[in-house]
């Protein structure tokens, strides 16, 4: 896959922009916050339907403007796609796809591509909601009409614990438990697909992620992944707690996770009615990162955190190369070589190279691998000055 060509109008500090891209490495070069990320962060946003960078559309809108709009050429073999979002302050997002209107959600279907940027540090270091979201992001890309499951499970999640306080505050009723009972029936449906789901993409990425971070740092430090299912913990306060660690990852099955979500469910009735949230399900489980055994997230150096995050990007990469049908993702690496010293440069060159499409940004061209930079532009105050 293959961006040729984008268009960018009122996105952050860009009045307009054209930018033509070429096959291979395209580098853009400028000092900070000069708008080279934002080019970037674009593409991104047409494949996540998100930024890397902020919470909220509306940040990507250019103060003052009432929307902003990304246009994207994208072409995979002998098949061109125009695709195109329109960001809006006030109003639903809109979508178009050679001109004709689609659902917004359904964008990922026809561009994918991974970034990685400083900011994906917290990966490793972070709470566990952005490690779900990186899982679910994949999945996505993957399989797209896991974009109505996770909605649809978003939504009964939030009807759930709308009735869990409506019974607190009033008291328990029989009618509320049946509603509830009703209510269960569609989390534990939902939930489980998802559970099966990021359960099966973790075992894709578990001999991908190993393979990448050798490939970055030049030794084996035993980085592995498994899950943490909050179905399967005996107390769902301890985020700490393992529900699925050492040897092999196994992936669990839909219907198991099913009856396992359902015990849960019964054995932490009462705590949920006193607190009125739904303690347990794929909203509050995670991904365990483990270096030489140990959990990454307190245990790493900033170095290893840094590759370890590298790695689960990369290895991404390589799982929608070989699962996706749309082939090679296009690869985004923002201000990622400043972070590097000269020989992790060199290997990360050496592990992109196979790409079809690889975005770079950087300060400085000096940090960037000369195999890297045939294609090079220059980016000063959201205008491009030289290619």
Not at 176 to 181: G, I, Y
Not at 203 to 228: K, M, N
Not at 266 to 273: I, W
Not at 298 to 313: R, V
Request: aromatic share 6%; proline share 3%.
């Amino acid at each position: 896959m293959l961006v040729t060509h984008l268009t960018l109008t009122d996105f952050r500090n860009y009045e307009t922009a054209e930018v033509e891209f070429a096959p291979g490495a395209n580098l853009f070069v400028g000092s900070n916050g000069q708008g080279k990320t934002n080019l970037v962060e674009s593409l991104g946003y047409l494949s996540t339907l998100g930024s890397h960078r902020v919470a909220t559309d509306h940040a990507m809108i250019r103060k003052g403007c009432d929307s902003a709009i990304v246009r994207a050429r994208v072409q995979h073999g002998d098949r061109q796609v125009l695709a195109e979002v329109q960001l809006n302050r006030t109003s639903a997002n809109r979508a178009q796809i050679n001109r004709s209107a689609i659902r917004t959600r359904d964008l990922p279907r026809y561009f994918s591509s991974v970034l990685f940027a400083p900011e994906d540090l917290a990966l490793v270091r972070g709470e566990p909601s952005g490690r779900r979201r990186f899982l679910d992001e994949l999945l996505v890309l993957l399989t797209p009409r896991l974009s109505g499951v996770m909605a649809d499970y978003d939504r009964v999640l939030k009807q759930r614990n709308s009735l869990l306080k409506s019974a607190r505050s009033s008291g328990v009723k029989g009618a509320q438990l049946s509603t509830l009972e009703i209510w269960d029936d569609r989390l534990v449906a939902l939930g489980s697909e998802l559970i099966e789901a990021r359960s099966r993409l973790i075992a894709l990425l578990v001999p991908q992620v190993s393979a990448a971070y050798v490939a970055i740092a030049g030794e084996d430090h035993r980085a592995q992944l498994s899950s943490q299912l909050s179905i399967l913990s005996s107390d769902v306060d301890d985020e700490n707690s393992p529900a699925s660690t050492g040897g092999e990852f196994v992936p669990i099955f839909a219907a198991d996770a099913a009856v396992a979500f359902r015990a849960s469910l019964v054995r932490l009735r009462r705590a949920e009615l006193e607190r009125a949230v739904t303690l347990v399900g794929p909203h509050r489980d995670d991904l365990i990162l483990e270096l030489n055994g140990m959990a990454a997230r307190g245990y790493a150096s900033h170095g290893e955190s840094w590759s370890f995050a590298l790695s689960l990007k990369l290895a991404s990469a390589e799982v929608l190369r070989r699962e996706s049908t749309s082939g090679d993702p296009v690869l985004i690496l923002d201000d990622v070589f400043a972070e590097l010293d000269q020989s992790r440069r060199a290997r990360l060159a050496g592990a992109v190279a196979g790409f079809e499409q690889v975005l770079i940004t950087a300060a400085v061209l000096e940090d960037v691998p000369e195999e890297l930079t045939a294609n090079t532009v220059r980016i000063q105050q959201g205008r491009i000055v030289d290619e």
